[in-house]
Structures are given as C-alpha cells and as structure tokens.
T-cell receptor, first 111, second 114 residues
Framework: LAKTTQPISMDSYEGQEVNITCSHN???????ITWYQQFPSQGPRFIIQ???TKVTNEVASLFIPADRKSSTLSLPRVSLSDTAVYYC????????????FGRGTQLTVWP | EAGVVQSPRYKIIEKKQPVAFWCNPI?????LYWYLQNLGQGPELLIRYENEEAVDDSQLPKDRFSAERLKGVDSTLKIQPAELGDSAVYLCASSLGPMNTEAFFGQGTRLTVV
C-alpha cells in the first residue's frame, strides 16, 4: 500500500488561508497525489489531483515540489463549511492501484 | 445525474444475523469499490471491481463477507454472520476506470450490530 503522512488535526479561523502538508517519501514515478474531503455522515469527495508543480481549481490549490516527496493542499480564505477531514492519497492509477486513505487531517475552522 | 446510491442508509441487527448492503454506481462507471470506515479512521478498501470481476479482494474477510457485482453494474455486499466488531460505515464508490482516480462515493450505510 502506498501510504502518506499528514497531521492528525489543524485549526484555523474564518478568512484565513490553510495549508495542509502531506509527506509521501516513497512516491513512485507514475503515482499521482489526490486529495479528498469528507464531511460527517457523508462519503469522501474528490478535491484536486496533481503530478508535479502546481494545480489550481475553484476549490483549492495543490503544490508539489520537484522531488515530489511532499505536497501541500492550500485552501484560500476558509469558512466554517470547510470544517472536514482532508485525505491525501498516493495512487498509481493502474490496474494494481487502489485508493488508500489513511486517517486524514481534521480541519476545524472557528468563527 | 444521480450519484452513487446506497441502501439502506442505516441498519441495526443482532449479532450472528446476516445483513446485505446494496450499491448502484454512476452510470458508465466500470470500477466499483466497497470501503469500510470505522469512527475516526479513514476508509479501508474491502474489494474493488473492474466491471464484474473482483480484481482486488485481499482485504475482504472471506469467512463472513461476500460481494457480487452481477452484470457489472449494481453490487451487493453481504455479511453472514455479523459480529459486534462489524459495526461501521460501509461506503461504496465508483469511477470511470482503473486509471481514473476521481472516485465518487455514496453516503454509506451505517451498520450497528448489537
């Protein structure tokens, strides 16, 4: 299993930018980094995926340095509704691949 | 377009009883996953299907768990007999194929074994 390491929890206040870092030291050449978000009583929801450098969508940005051993999910100007668990996944996307979630990072946004 | 549909939403059963969960993936999605999620933990893969073939079931406790995906569409996950430790949320997800890691999840079935 391709495992990643991320903080168990983080706190922030409304309007701040939040950066969640994920470590994936054993990343393989054809692995992608994918982030999911999960609210209570719901299944995880895809946020963003990247291979290297920077990817941005309407929800977040993903920064992956040249060595690809870590990545940072950036959430601009968080609101209370961003309180959720965020999972960093390292996935091969091949017929042998699987989505391995780990424990994720509980982000709590305070007013 | 409807997302991944799971039923029932909640289920309470006594230990040693059988239970079944149903999943209808997004139309056209060939890959289907069943995950188990315990409180405070991330989802753990039980089984992955590519069409009707189970290509990864190494994490499925085969002594009591079984799954099927007839005709490569809907899927059923069964536990028989259920144990107290099976209490968890069972999530179904689907994606277009093995090379596409954007998986879409259902809301899950919360199982309580008493």
């Amino acid at each position: 299993l391709a495992k990643t390491t991320q903080p168990i929890s983080m706190d922030s206040y409304e309007g701040q930018e939040v950066n969640i870092t994920c470590s994936h030291n054993n990343i393989a050449t054809n692995d992608y980094i994918t982030w999911y978000q999960q609210f209570p009583s719901q299944g995880p929801r895809f946020i963003i995926q990247g291979y290297k450098t920077k990817v941005t969508n309407e929800v977040a940005s993903l920064f992956i340095p040249a060595d690809r051993k870590s990545s940072t999910l950036s959430l601009p100007r968080v609101s209370l509704s961003d309180t959720a668990v965020y999972y960093c996944l390292q996935d091969r996307g091949s017929t042998l691949g699987r989505l391995y979630f780990g424990r994720g990072t509980q982000l709590t946004v305070w007013p | 377009e409807a997302g991944v549909v799971q039923s029932p939403r909640y289920k309470i059963i006594e230990k040693k009883q059988p239970v079944a969960f149903w999943c209808n993936p997004i139309s056209g999605h060939n890959t289907l996953y069943w995950y188990l999620q315990n409180l405070g933990q991330g989802p753990e893969l039980l089984i992955r299907y590519e069409n009707e073939e189970a290509v990864d079931d190494s994490q499925l406790p085969k002594d009591r768990f079984s799954a099927e995906r007839l005709k490569g569409v809907d899927s059923t996950l069964k536990i028989q007999p259920a144990e107290l430790g099976d209490s968890a949320v069972y999530l179904c997800a689907s994606s277009l194929g093995p090379m596409n890691t954007e998986a879409f999840f259902g809301q899950g079935t919360r199982l309580t074994v008493v």
